[in-house]
Each structure stands twice: as structure tokens, then as C-alpha cells.
T-cell receptor
Framework: EAGVTQFPSHSVIEKGQTVTLRCDPI?????LYWYRRVMGKEIKFLLH????????ESGMPNNRFLAERTGGTYSTLKVQPAELEDSGVYFC???????????????FGPGTRLLVL | TQLLEQSPQFLSIQEGENLTVYCNSS?????LQWYRQEPGEGPVLLVT?????EVKKLKRLTFQFGDARKDSSLHITAAQPGDTGLYLCAVLTSGTYKYIFGTGTRLKVLA
């Protein structure tokens, strides 16, 4: 079974440009999470989808970030316009429905390394 | 304010040594998870502890949840180079879908 995949693996863009990150969760996983780790800091929650619905987007830094999950399958995270402080590693994770909250196994993708110059 | 403090931040030991890393908080949690992350990959779940005082073993790794469910430790016996990686603890904040991660302990085991 394929794991969580993320595309691209790396992206280098200039300040002011737009970047779209994609996450393909494990098939059948209704939960999808986006996280970010900025250099030297801990992994931080961005948002959580159940199928196509956003359950919690309290971690999104500002309105330059837009996440979508069309049809409850893959998800995209768009940053527009990108700023220097958006640099970091963006992780996506998925899990099936049915776990007790806090005890679910999240399966992480390898991350997208974003560098904004 | 960091909700989950992990210590030490870095640890470099020789193969065969034992070690313990810690995850501490002033908050009480219903459960706590430990992950290991290797370079270029995402974190991989190792264990979830749920009950205060609970001890779980995964081969040479022993995980303990504090009696008050505010802290946890991970003990590795006879460390191997394959144990090298970033160890992270994580919890779900109460009443939300938001997982919080600790700052991590970066372990290097030298052959």
C-alpha cells in the first residue's frame, strides 16, 4: 500500500511568488493534517480536514495560506504571496476515522522543503 | 510558551550505551505519543501511552507515561546506530483536533 506522498519534495521561490503544495493521503484515510516546521522550531499544526471539510484551521498563520481538499481525496496548500518567513518543511499526515482522539496513528509524508528567497 | 519541553535537545552516545530522553509539560493530557523522524522523512509513530504510570516496551525502547499524565520518558537500552534520529513527543490539545509536538531530541548513536 502506498504511503502519504507529497509534491514537490523541494521548492525554491522568490518572495511574492505563489507556491502550491500537494498531498496525497493513504487511500481511504478521511483525516488529513497539514503541519509546518520552521528552522529550529517544533512541528506546528496548520489545519485538519475530515474528508473535504475543514475541522480546525486555527494553526494557519494568515490569509496568505489557503488549503483545499477537493472530493475528500488529495489536498493542496497554496501560499500566495510567499514571504521569507514561510520557509520551512511542510508535512502532510493522514489517518483513518475511528480512532479515539489523541490515540490515532497519523501517517506522515516526507514533507515539502520550501525556501523563499 | 512551549507546551511540551523535550530534553536533552541533542545526545551523542556510543553504540551499546543506555539513554533516557524526556518530554515534560505543566499540563495534563489524556494520551501522549512518541515519534521518530529520520532525515528526509516524516515522523513515524512509535507508541501511544494513555494511562498514568503506563509502561510500554518496543524491543529495546521503553516508554513511560508519568503518573500525573504530564510527562513521559523514553529509555533505550543498548543503543544501536539504527536508533539515530529525531525523537518527538506529541499530544492532542484538549477539545481540539490540534496535535502539539515537542521540540525534539536529536540522537546520534556512534558505531
Amino acid at each position: 500500500e502506498a504511503g502519504v506522498t507529497q509534491f514537490p519534495s523541494h521548492s525554491v521561490i522568490e518572495k511574492g511568488q505563489t507556491v502550491t503544495l500537494r498531498c496525497d493521503p493513504i487511500s481511504g484515510h478521511d483525516n488529513l493534517y497539514w503541519y509546518r516546521r520552521v528552522m529550529g522550531k517544533e512541528i506546528k499544526f496548520l489545519l485538519h480536514f475530515v474528508k473535504e471539510s475543514k475541522q480546525d484551521e486555527s494553526g494557519m498563520p494568515n490569509n496568505r495560506f489557503l488549503a483545499e481538499r477537493t472530493g475528500g481525496t488529495y489536498s493542496t496548500l497554496k501560499v500566495q504571496p510567499a514571504e521569507l518567513e514561510d520557509s520551512g518543511v511542510y508535512f502532510c499526515a493522514s489517518s483513518p476515522i475511528g480512532y479515539v482522539r489523541g490515540q490515532e496513528t497519523q501517517y506522515f509524508g516526507p514533507g515539502t522543503r520550501l525556501l523563499v528567497l | 510558551t512551549q507546551l511540551l519541553e523535550q530534553s536533552p535537545q541533542f545526545l551523542s552516545i556510543q553504540e551499546g550505551e543506555n539513554l533516557t530522553v524526556y518530554c515534560n509539560s505543566s499540563s495534563v493530557f489524556s494520551s501522549l505519543q512518541w515519534y521518530r523522524q529520520e532525515p528526509g522523512e516524516g515522523p513515524v509513530l512509535l507508541v501511544t501511552v494513555v494511562t498514568g504510570g503506563e509502561v510500554k516496551k518496543l524491543k529495546r525502547l521503553t516508554f513511560q507515561f508519568g503518573d500525573a499524565r504530564k510527562d513521559s520518558s523514553l529509555h533505550i537500552t543498548a543503543a544501536q546506530p539504527g536508533d539515530t534520529g529525531l525523537y518527538l513527543c506529541a499530544v492532542l490539545t484538549s477539545g481540539t483536533y490540534k496535535y502539539i509536538f515537542g521540540t525534539g531530541t536529536r540522537l546520534k548513536v556512534l558505531a
